[in-house]
């Protein structure tokens, strides 16, 4: 079935420094989906990205969405402490192994620490 | 607050109890998920339903009973469970089942089985 790979898993920055975190998919991708968790939280929903190359921005935090739709990006600009968490990137799954059932797919997360 | 409610937000249980967490969504939403959070395997998929249908069971053990009765509210029901079993156990909801739609997480019952 489709994966999503996520890297890395941990990334510890300085403050002021700036953290990216990637995401790659098996197959192709109708959209991609990005959360944040933060500690002791529940994930919660960023973006969702649906065109080839497509690029959005908030404030701090830059989403790429590449031209084959397999892979994504998400980069922090200048971090601060409030960006600690963990981030996950989500696709939908097409198995048609599973009776053509669908779900959206969890990457296994960057978790984020950063040093003030 | 997303507009999907856990209760409990803590459960603590002997491995012979019997409990049942409960969800609650006030989205309007149509697809409600089970997953499991632990160190090991951050997002577990566990169940999904659509309109009050079971839609996915990821090879869950059936000790792990889910009860969606209609398309608001979603329990897991527990019983005779292993200490590996401890985890953060999330609910969600979507507007639909295909992925095409964000996701929104409760708050999560933090379980631990003793």
Redesign the interface.
């Known amino acids: 079935g489709q994966q999503v790979m996520q890297i890395p898993q941990y990334q510890h920055v300085q403050e002021g420094e700036d953290f990216t975190t990637y995401c790659n998919s098996s197959t192709t991708l109708?959209?991609i989906?990005w959360?944040k968790q933060r500690p002791g939280?529940?994930?919660?929903?960023l973006i969702?990205l649906v065109k080839s190359g497509e690029v959005k921005k908030q404030k701090r935090l830059t989403f790429q969405f590449g031209e084959a739709k397999k892979n994504s990006s998400l980069h922090i600009t200048a971090t601060q402490t409030t960006d600690v968490g963990?981030y996950?990137c989500?696709?939908?799954?097409h198995s048609k192994a599973?009776g053509g059932?669908?779900?959206?797919?969890?990457g296994?997360?960057t978790k984020l620490t950063v040093n003030p | 607050e997303?507009g999907v409610t856990q209760t409990p937000r803590h459960l603590v249980m002997g491995m012979t109890n019997k409990k049942s967490l409960k969800c609650e969504q006030h989205l309007g939403h149509n697809a409600m998920?089970w997953y499991k959070q632990s160190a090991k395997?951050?997002?577990e998929?566990m169940f999904?339903y659509n309109f009050k249908e079971q839609?996915?069971n990821n090879s869950v053990p059936s000790r792990f009973s889910p009860e969606c009765p209609n398309s608001s509210h979603l329990f897991l029901h527990l019983h005779t469970l292993q200490p590996e079993d401890s985890a953060l156990y999330?609910c969600?909801s979507?507007q639909d089942?295909?992925?095409?739609t964000?996701?929104?997480?409760?708050?999560?019952t933090r379980l631990t089985v003793v």
């Open positions: 109708s959209n989906q959360y939280g529940h994930p919660v929903f969702q963990t996950f989500a696709g939908p799954s599973q059932s669908e779900k959206l797919v969890f296994k997360g | 997303t998920y395997k951050p997002l998929l999904v839609t996915e999330l969600a979507s089942r295909r992925g095409t964000e996701a929104f997480f409760g708050q999560g």
